[in-house]
């Protein structure tokens, strides 16, 4: 297990510098000036020219990129275009709220997808079956955008049974949040909850298959048993590793509903960054998600070795 996450964390080093060489290069090619930006269409050719060379945005790409990724990597990860503020602090308050968001989406998404995947796969071919399929399959295809406007209106606007708006009033207890989180968390399960229930069921069926399930049955081990001591076991190993991967497009992924429902989110934060081209606030939010995605996919590589000997024995 120690070589397995040793060697995971080793290949993460050459893909977050190679990751961190991608954003600044597009963050770069952003259209529009940073000292434009700034200053307003109003400002003289003389005054744009002066504050760039003040943020160092006339200075070669290469030398840019160094002063940056070594700031980054001592935790100076710069000064906001815009904000006139310290970035590091407005971008770990955008990816606390987008935790937030995103674990108590998942908190109700992972178990209710794996007990409907399971379900359908051990009664394969049902009638149970095809609708759980059916059902899953047809809420992924359903945009964010589109689920959320149509939840919005009718519980927001016209029923008035949840709040417009994601964010509590200042002041508000930490639990009150929650149920602000509650209308943006539901389009969210209709992306994830059928995706990760039909590999659940995928995963199952391909278990239940296998000689130590006919083994077991033909033991005459009770149907609980073999349910929980053998079957979750394997067939939950390639929902954990879609589990993983989604819980990084989950974090960096928000854009539509944290502009949605008014939440200062990081995904949110990108986008304005990306409007006002605040750069270095761009960069760093980006970066950090990057980050989240790696680590989410070690955790998911670490959780399937935990649950599959043969690949701790392999690593």
């Known amino acids: ?9 080793l290949l993460m080093i050459p893909t977050l510098i190679l990751a961190s060489v991608l954003i600044f290069a597009l963050a770069e090619v952003l259209p529009g000036d940073v000292g434009r930006s700034i ?8 005054q744009v020219d002066a504050l760039n060379t003040e943020l160092g945005a006339d200075k070669p790409l290469y030398e840019r990129y160094w002063n940056w990724a070594s700031g980054w990597v001592t935790g100076d990860w710069g000064e906001s275009l815009l904000l006139k503020q310290p970035v590091f602090p407005v971008v770990m308050k955008g990816l606390g709220n987008s935790l937030l968001l995103a674990g108590f989406a998942l908190a ?22 095809r609708g759980i399929t059916i059902s899953s399959l047809s809420m992924t295809v359903i945009p964010e955008f589109v689920s959320g406007v149509v939840l919005l209106y009718v519980f927001a ?15 508000s207890p930490f639990v009150y949040r929650f149920y602000y989180l509650i209308l943006p968390a539901i389009p969210l399960m209709f992306l994830e909850l059928g995706y990760i229930a039909r590999m659940a069921r995928a995963g199952t069926v391909q278990v ?6 006919r083994t077991a049955v033909l033991k005459g081990l009770p149907r609980r048993r073999i349910i929980f001591g053998h079957l979750l076991r394997n067939a939950m190993v390639p929902t954990v590793t879609v589990i993983g991967s989604q819980i990084g497009w989950l974090i960096g992924g928000l854009v539509v509903i944290e502009t949605l429902f008014v939440y200062p989110g990081i995904g949110k934060l ?9 750069i270095p606030m761009l960069e760093a939010a ?19 070795a935990l649950l599959n000997p043969r690949i701790r024995k392999g690593a």
Do not use: C
């Open 39 to 46: 200053l307003g269409p109003y400002a003289t050719q003389e």
């Open 108 to 129: 109700i998404i992972v178990p209710l997808s794996i007990l409907l995947g399971v379900f359908a796969g051990l009664r394969r071919d049902s009638l149970l079956d």
């Open 157 to 171: 606007v016209a029923l008035k049974w949840l709040p417009v708006t994601a964010m509590p009033p200042d002041g």
């Open 208 to 213: 239940m298959e296998m000689p130590f399930i």
């Open 286 to 304: 980006v970066l950090i998600v990057a980050i989240i995605y790696m680590v989410s996919n070690l955790f998911a590589d670490i959780i399937v």
């Open 1 to 9: 297990m120690l070589r397995l996450i040793g060697r995971r964390l």
């Open 270 to 278: 990108m986008v304005d960054a990306a409007l006002t081209h605040d």
